[in-house]
């Protein structure tokens, strides 16, 4: 049984979760003495005009780290399937409109692919996860169509769970998560989930609609969010709109690419910068800015702060303060 939330507007997020580590076996000896090898993973689009750049190479693209060109490991196209954790706000607010969303939620998934899988998280005051563990999605469609609305809202909690649920699956991975407006529960802060999104390098994608969007600073939340990772913030004037943005918004995921490299960069828990660019000017790509290296676990004294003692700072990116 679900319990949901009282609001005035509705947001769709999808994040996109894209950064794994590797590294060899070593003692703690040799970890002190060696570098780090570490697999970057970057979710990217390519646009031409406004019109998506599929099919590209690896070869198309360069890439430089804080300056310094590297090589390209693997560019996963098309057709590699997709991974998305579909995130439902179902809250108070919603209730009139919750007919909508949920044709909305189960158009989505049916446009998926037989590889591609969906994970449905429902959050209001609690947060309910239900993977999809085969072929048959029914059992998420299912859930999608019973689903109450009432409750508040954990959109900061869900969007960690969300995040950390998807790190290590294979896939072209992605958070879509609709909301009904700001955060009105939970533990989580919004600078949390800042510098978790950057740290997992997953593109999140906006979509609000509602009375609450005339309050700046729910837009400006959700453009946040969208920016981490170069995704979209996408608005609507009524909930009618709504499977129109769900679309719009698997085109863009059809259309995605996940480029990978190994980085040489120490475990310093440090952002550093990334630029994804195409040999064809004529081409933009749309990645995040940059990524924080791995964080050595080492124990902080007054006069040497570890570097996951920095990653708590005020601000989830040292290039881009919050607004």
Not at 33 to 39: A, N, T, W
Not at 163 to 168: A, H, Q, R, S, V
Request: charged share 25%; glycine share 4%.
């Amino acid at each position: 049984m679900l319990s949901f939330r009282r609001h005035s507007s509705a947001a769709v997020i999808i994040a996109w979760v894209v950064m794994a580590t590797f590294s060899s076996a070593q003692t703690a000896q040799d970890f002190r003495f060696s570098v780090q090898s570490q697999l970057v993973e970057v979710y990217l689009t390519v646009t031409n005009g406004k019109r998506l750049v599929p099919h590209l190479k690896a070869s198309d693209f360069k890439v430089t780290e804080d300056g310094m060109p590297v090589s390209i490991d693997r560019l996963d196209n098309q057709d590699v399937p997709l991974q998305i954790a579909l995130m439902c706000d179902l809250s108070e607010s919603i209730r009139e409109s919750l007919k909508a969303i949920q044709d909305a939620a189960a158009a989505f998934v049916e446009s998926m692919t037989p590889e591609d899988r969906v994970t449905l998280i429902l959050f209001n005051s609690e947060i309910r996860i239900f993977p999809q563990k085969t072929d048959d999605r029914r059992p998420i469609l299912n859930e999608i169509r019973s689903a109450q609305a009432g409750g508040m809202t954990k959109l900061y909690d869900s969007l960690m769970v969300g995040m950390k649920y998807l790190d290590g699956k294979s896939g072209r991975k992605a958070i879509v998560c609709f909301t009904d407006g700001q955060d009105t529960s939970g533990t989580s802060s919004r600078i949390a989930v800042l510098n978790a999104a950057a740290r997992y390098g997953y593109p999140i994608y906006t979509i609000g609609a509602g009375a609450a969007l005339e309050l700046s600073s729910l837009k400006i939340i959700l453009r946040d969010f969208a920016e981490v990772n170069s995704g979209r913030a996408l608005f609507i004037e009524n909930m009618r709109k709504l499977r129109e943005a769900f679309a719009e918004i698997r085109a863009e995921l059809r259309s995605a690419y996940v480029l990978n490299y190994y980085t040489r960069i120490p475990a310093d828990g440090r952002w550093h910068d990334l630029n994804v660019t195409t040999l064809d000017p004529a081409l933009e790509v749309h990645s995040r800015k940059g990524f924080f290296a791995r964080a050595m676990t080492t124990t902080s004294t007054p006069g040497n702060r570890s570097p996951l003692a920095a990653q708590q700072r005020n601000q989830w990116n040292p290039r881009r303060p919050l607004r």
